[in-house]
């Protein structure tokens, strides 16, 4: 087994297996998608994808829970998300701060040519979900859960990049969950068929090593020709451009008056603390 410890992630491979995991390893923060979370992980892909003895890749996280999204802690945005720093700095807007840090890493991730896996357990919230969901197979304990609370929580149409059109592929499940910040369980995530099979905590990493095992079984070129043939059905229904689409309007929604009326009102709430305090008071 080969180990590299990255800032916030831990890369491991197993050549005999053809298995590399990407853990996500900053649970003292839920495994928020900080800049450097976010290229650890996407240097990792680009170690992967080279490695002719890597057939088969496992995201998944130490912690809590499995990713709560968008980093929100406090910190000078320079340290947090020198991406967005440096984007406003030079052109008084995130729009390409954001394309570099959650539209074109998020890309590779969907665009990766190996199959991947996720391991999910705890919260899968937000931009965590990107990581979750839009993995070529997902594998969750029975404690998981899914939300994107941005629509209720930021007032803001989604991600840097939708996925739920595609991964839910029923409209009106995914307006529901978008609309009102839902909250899925697994089993409900299992039943909306986000995931491919829901497990005691306690077999979810045996379940996932057996099903990438399954996988590596097969000759890489035939998993990588395979991939490119699922991936491409998809994209010719659009879920490339979409997903580089909802950037724009992202961006747009940020600066209208009502989102920011919003966000004066939230305060220091967390978007799913707020998305969950409004359901609550429409429900009243």
């Known amino acids: 087994m080969e180990t590299k410890a990255l800032e916030r992630v831990v890369y491991e491979k197993d050549a005999e297996a053809g298995i590399a995991r990407i853990i996500l390893n900053f649970p003292e923060k839920a495994n928020a998608q900080d800049s450097r979370l976010a290229w650890d992980v996407d240097a990792c892909l680009d170690e992967a994808d080279r490695d002719y003895e890597v057939k088969v890749v496992i995201l998944k996280s130490n912690g809590k829970g499995f990713c709560a999204g968008h980093a929100i802690f406090a910190g000078p945005q320079e340290e947090v998300y020198p991406d967005f720093y440096h984007s406003i700095e030079h052109t008084g807007s995130a729009w390409k701060g954001q394309?570099?840090?959650?539209?074109?890493?998020?890309?590779?991730?969907?665009?990766?040519?190996?199959?991947?896996?996720?391991q999910v357990h705890g919260y899968c919230?937000?931009?965590?979900?990107?990581?979750?969901?839009?993995?070529?197979?997902?594998?969750?304990?029975?404690?998981?859960?899914?939300?994107?609370?941005?629509?209720?929580?930021?007032?803001?149409?989604?991600?840097?990049?939708?996925?739920?059109?595609?991964v839910f592929m029923n409209w009106k499940r995914a307006a529901r969950y978008l609309y009102t910040a839902q909250t899925l369980s697994a089993q409900d995530a299992l039943a909306q068929g986000l995931v491919n099979e829901v497990v005691p905590r306690e077999k979810l990493e045996e379940t996932v090593e057996e099903l990438a095992r399954q996988v590596a079984a097969a000759p890489l070129s035939t998993l990588m020709a395979t991939k490119a043939l699922l991936k491409r059905a998809w994209e010719q229904m659009g879920m490339r451009m979409l997903m580089q689409m909802s950037n724009d309007l992202l961006t747009v929604a940020a600066h209208t008056s009502d989102v920011q009326r919003l966000r004066e009102q939230r305060g220091s709430s967390r978007p799913r603390q707020w998305a969950e305090q409004q359901t609550r008071a429409a429900s009243t």
């Open 125 to 166: 919230l937000g931009g965590g979900t990107y990581y979750g969901l839009l993995t070529d197979m997902t594998v969750a304990s029975e404690d998981a859960y899914f939300q994107m609370p941005l629509v209720q929580g930021l007032g803001l149409p989604g991600g840097e990049t939708m996925i739920e059109p595609y």
């Open 99 to 118: 394309l570099d840090l959650f539209v074109w890493p998020v890309l590779h991730l969907w665009e990766f040519p190996k199959p991947t896996i996720a």
